[in-house]
Every structure is written in structure tokens, then in C-alpha cells.
């Protein structure tokens, strides 16, 4: 602090700033001005166009700046102003406009001490302006408080605030908080800056089914939305989305936590922080989640929800109780959870396609989410939704890039034998340690792709990996292989030999199997289980997912490592 007042021409007591205020006012005693042609003075200051956040271009507006703003900022009497000198020697001898412009392009968490300098510097750090950049470029923010109320919020909130009225006081009824006095400051000091570590992925601790929770800023609010796949076997329809809490600023000073789970509106909700990228919420209003109907009635609207069908339209008696299974256990934690943070894969040059997340089919288990990532030669999908037969954070695929398969033509891949003959023979030169060659190829462009130096080699310890084809090869899945979705790409660019992790009921002797990874495009990839003879689509998701870049590749490796640990 003493080091900032020494910068800035302010001494550290009371007594330094006083003598120096003195000094000032005699040094321009000479240049004070008429009263009345000081009220005449009006500068308007245009604020360049802040960088762009994380969701476009800030609009800052512009600030205008009277004579009384000019007197509040440079401590005048109300008599004068004092005249800015043409040589400052200090930061605080600097314009007020200036001074915005400065102090406007320091991260927001270095303000409040920036605050403490001086009086000066204090009161120009009340401008709209600067807080209306920080809460641009480091949430996204932009726009105005009043016109942002209508993001993040459903239609009927906005009636019920705005319109409709309840009978027995003939009030309206407050569901949404009274921005008319937020200001950006406000925003950013109480809310955004606070609960900034909530921001990004997280995977909620709900036993071996998991989930995907993805928290960001809409308008006014943070909103913590909870993303579930596309109803069975829709595999490549977009992800669905629903609300779990949000946060907000009520009266325009005091950020509420308020929970949306159930059927009844917003609801009293806290959140706390546990540890580092660790987070719990909780309702105190439970009863909001019950219904009229008791439990049946929020089964079947459980279920609708889930798979968007009833009871009766599911004829399968294990699909019955593996559906009757989920709800009684994800039903226990509707009023608390606890979320782990989860990061996106880091991309590199050599990846073979984008990594990210990905729908895939799982039989009677529906659709789950999975995140593909590369390791070397190594493509991996780890589960952030599972089942009790294969729970969240497993490595559900292991596919080795250095081992490619060549399909057989058209006719040669309908047969169930020759397909598990050709990666059955990787399978055993894996086994016993040897460096598995590539199968002969039955096709022209299979000819082709062998003839080329980077099918399969390996020289030394090191392995090249396969470059994908130039000409889409076709595809068709072998006869008596079971295909929840009908209808999957005809042609694919390229295959290789994989594991896919199998286990029994909560579980119990898992295993890796043998199968075949068929990429078909930058957006899809499936899976065949031999041991199953079962087949797997993913379809990629596309949702936009700000503040979930892994910062490193070290802390992305060490967050799987703990991914799988939560559920072994």
C-alpha cells in the first residue's frame, strides 16, 4: 500500500494528502473559473470498443462526464476546479477520463485494492464504465441490467412477475428480482466475482449414473443446467437441457441461491464450496419437489422426461427394472448433491479427429455421454453417464490407433465370422506382446491403404499410426449384430482394434473384450462389441460449453485418473 501511495504523488497519512491539497489549490489559485461557466462544461468521453469476451464484442457504451463528475473526481470546491497540470508527474494528476480508461483494463479482482489508494481513486472506480467492461470480457456479459431480466428465465416467470396477479392480495407476484437498481458493479462484486470458481463442467456424485452439469452466466443470472441425452435411440438429436439452481442478485445488493429442481418454481437453495473444484448445493424447500399424485405420479413424470415414454410402451421386463432402479436411486439426491469439476480434452495436431464429448447407444442402459480423448497412439472414451453395470468415469473404450483393420468388401462384412477373425487376430498379437501387422485387405482402397507407408509399421519402439484415406470406404454391419438405432452411416474412413469394458451387475468381474472402432466422420464413430455382438453409435455434442478448457494436459490426465477412482 505504501509502495502504491509513494507511485501515485499521495502521502501515507491524512496529514501528507492535506498539505499536498493545499499546495495544489495555491499552485492554481490563478486559473480558477467563473461558477457559472464551470456548469456549463459537459465532456463526453466515447469508450473504445472493449476485446472481445467469451461470448462476442463488449458494447460499453459511452460516459458522460458533467462539471459536477469533474469536481467529485479532482476533490474542487464549490468554488473552482483545479486545472490539470500539463506535465503530471503521478497517476493521480492524470484526467478522470484517463483514469477510466486505465483503470477500466485491470482485472476486476485487482479494483477494491486499487480503491484503497486514495479518495480519487476511490470515487472514479464508481464509474459504470469500468465495471461494465470486467463483467464484458471476463463473463460475457454485456447489455443492459433491464433488458438482460428476460435470459435464462421461462416466459412464465416474466407473467408472473409482469402480469399476472395473485388473487388473494391482488400484488404481483415477485419471482424475478427488482433490477431497476443493478448496476455492473453490483454484478460483478456480489455475484459474478464470487461464485466465479462454480463457473464451467462438473460431474454430479450420483453413484455409478453420474451426469454432466455445465454452470455459466445468462443475463443476470448463473444458471447450473444439467444436460441429458436425446431420448433412446435418437443418437444424434441435441442434448436436452434442465435447470438444477441459479443465482442472482436480490434488491440489487445481496446475491440468492435459489434451487429449480421440481415442479413448483423457484425455491430457497444454497451452495457451498467443499474444496478446490469441488462444490455442493442443497435445497431447504423440499417440499417444492413433491407432487399432488405422491409417488407414482412423479415416476411417470420422471419417466416421460427420462425416456419419453410410459411404463406400458416399454415391453422389456430388465429395460422395466433397470428404469424402475435409476429413478429410486437418483430420486434420493434431489435435495443435495456434490460436484466434481471436469475439463474438455485438450486438442493436439496429431489427434486423429476432434476430441470431446460424444451421445453413444448403451442397449437397455439408453443413451450415455462419453469423452473421447487421445493419448499417443491411444484413443480413449471415458463415461461421464453410466450404468450399474459400467459406471461413470470408466474407460469404457481403449482403442489402439497403431493397429488398423481393413475391412473385407461388401459382401465379406455381413458374415459375423469373417469380422471377428480379422480383429481376433490383432487381439492375440497384442496379447502376447508382438507388434501386430496389418490384415491383407480384400478391396482396392484396402490394397491401397496397405501399400501406404503409414498403415501399420514400426521401427524401433515407435509406432505410426494410420492416415486416414482419401475415399470413405463402404460399411455395413455384420448379420446378428444388435443395433439399437437402424439407421448409421454407410460408408466410414477408417477401423481399428479396440477393447470395450463389459462387467456384470454393480460392477462385478469387469473385463476388456475385443472389438472393432469404425470412424465414420469428424462427428460420428461407433463401436462393435464382439463378445456382445453389439453395436454402438456416437454422435458428437455440440453444445457451446465456455470455461471448460483443461489448463494443461498434466491436469487433464490427473482428472481422469481421479475420474475413475470416484466409482471404482
Not at 451452495?271 to 412423479?298: A, L, W, Y
Not at 497412439?377 to 473404450?397: I, S
Not at 514400426?458 to 463402404?474: F, H, I, R, W
Amino acid at each position: 500500500m505504501a509502495a502504491c501511495a509513494r507511485l501515485c504523488g499521495v502521502g501515507q497519512s491524512r496529514r501528507c494528502r492535506r498539505r499536498q491539497r493545499q499546495s495544489q489549490q495555491d499552485k492554481d489559485s490563478d486559473s480558477d473559473m467563473d461558477e457559472e461557466e464551470e456548469e456549463r462544461i459537459v465532456g463526453r468521453v466515447r469508450i473504445e470498443a472493449a476485446p472481445p469476451g467469451p461470448t462476442g464484442p463488449a458494447d460499453l457504451g459511452t460516459v458522460d462526464i458533467t462539471a459536477n463528475d469533474h469536481r467529485v473526481w479532482c476533490g474542487s470546491t464549490a468554488t473552482g476546479s483545479p486545472e490539470q497540470p500539463s506535465n503530471p508527474q503521478s497517476l493521480v494528476e492524470l484526467p478522470p477520463e484517463l483514469l477510466v480508461e486505465i483503470f477500466a483494463l485491470l482485472p476486476g479482482a485487482a479494483l477494491p485494492n486499487l480503491a484503497l489508494v486514495c479518495k480519487k481513486f476511490r470515487q472514479i472506480l464508481n464509474t459504470e464504465t469500468i465495471w461494465r467492461r470486467r463483467c464484458a470480457e471476463e463473463f460475457g456479459m454485456k447489455g443492459e441490467p433491464r433488458k438482460m431480466e428476460e435470459v435464462g428465465v421461462s416466459s412464465r416467470e416474466l407473467y408472473a412477475k409482469r402480469v399476472n396477479l395473485r388473487m388473494e392480495s391482488r400484488r404481483f407476484i415477485k419471482v424475478l428480482p427488482d433490477n431497476e437498481r443493478t448496476d455492473f458493479r453490483s454484478l460483478y462484486t456480489q455475484m459474478l466475482h464470487p461464485y466465479r470458481h462454480i463457473l464451467g463442467l462438473w460431474q454430479p456424485d450420483i453413484g455409478p449414473y453420474g451426469g454432466l452439469l455445465n454452470v455459466v452466466v445468462e443475463g443476470l443470472f448463473i444458471i447450473g443446467w444439467m444436460y441429458l441425452p436425446p431420448h433412446d435411440p435418437r443418437v444424434e438429436d441435441p442434448m436436452r437441457r434442465r435447470p438444477l439452481f441459479r443465482i442472482h442478485l436480490l434488491d440489487g445488493s445481496k446475491a440468492t441461491v435459489e434451487c429449480m429442481y421440481g415442479h413448483k418454481g423457484p425455491h430457497k437453495g444454497d451452495i457451498q464450496t467443499v474444496k478446490k473444484d469441488e462444490f455442493s448445493t442443497k435445497c431447504n424447500q423440499t417440499d417444492h419437489h413433491r407432487m399432488p399424485g405422491g409417488r407414482q405420479e412423479e415416476f411417470r413424470t420422471w419417466l416421460e422426461e427420462e425416456w419419453g415414454r410410459t411404463l406400458e410402451d416399454i415391453f422389456h421386463e430388465h429395460m422395466q427394472e433397470l428404469i424402475l432402479m435409476k429413478f429410486i436411486y437418483t430420486s434420493q439426491y434431489d435435495n443435495c448433491l456434490t460436484y466434481r469439476r471436469i475439463y474438455l480434452p485438450p486438442r493436439l495436431p496429431s489427434d486423429l479427429l476432434e476430441p470431446g464429448l460424444f451421445k453413444g447407444t448403451y442397449g437397455s442402459h439408453g443413451l450415455e455421454i462419453v469423452m473421447l480423448s487421445f493419448h499417443g497412439t491411444r484413443a480413449r472414451g471415458t463415461k461421464l453417464t453410466g450404468d450399474p453395470n459400467v459406471p461413470a468415469g470408466q474407460l469404457t473404450l481403449d482403442v489402439d490407433l497403431s493397429c488398423p483393420v481393413c475391412l473385407p468388401d461388401l459382401d465379406s462384412q455381413k458374415s459375423m465370422d469373417v469380422l471377428s477373425r480379422l480383429v481376433q487376430e490383432v487381439h492375440e498379437q497384442v496379447q502376447r506382446g508382438c507388434t501386430p501387422r496389418s490384415p491383407t485387405c480384400h478391396t482396392e482402397a484396402g490394397a491401397e491403404q496397405n501399400e501406404r507407408p503409414g498403415a501399420a509399421s514400426a521401427s524401433g519402439s515407435g509406432v505410426t499410426t494410420a492416415d486416414p484415406p482419401s475415399e470413405l470406404q463402404p460399411f455395413v454391419l455384420p448379420l446378428g449384430v444388435m443395433a439399437r438405432n437402424e439407421v448409421y452411416p454407410r460408408t466410414c474412413k477408417m477401423c481399428f482394434y479396440g477393447t470395450g469394458l463389459i462387467a456384470g451387475h454393480g460392477f462385478t468381474s469387469p473385463e476388456r473384450t475385443p472389438g472393432l472402432f469404425v470412424l465414420f466422420d469428424d462427428d460420428r464413430f461407433g463401436f462393435i462389441w464382439l463378445e456382445l455382438k453389439s453395436f454402438s453409435l456416437y454422435s458428437r455434442l455440440t453444445d457451446n460449453l465456455p470455461y471448460a478448457q483443461a489448463p494443461s494436459v498434466e491436469r487433464f490426465e490427473e482428472m481422469l485418473r481421479s475420474m475413475q477412482s470416484w466409482t471404482s
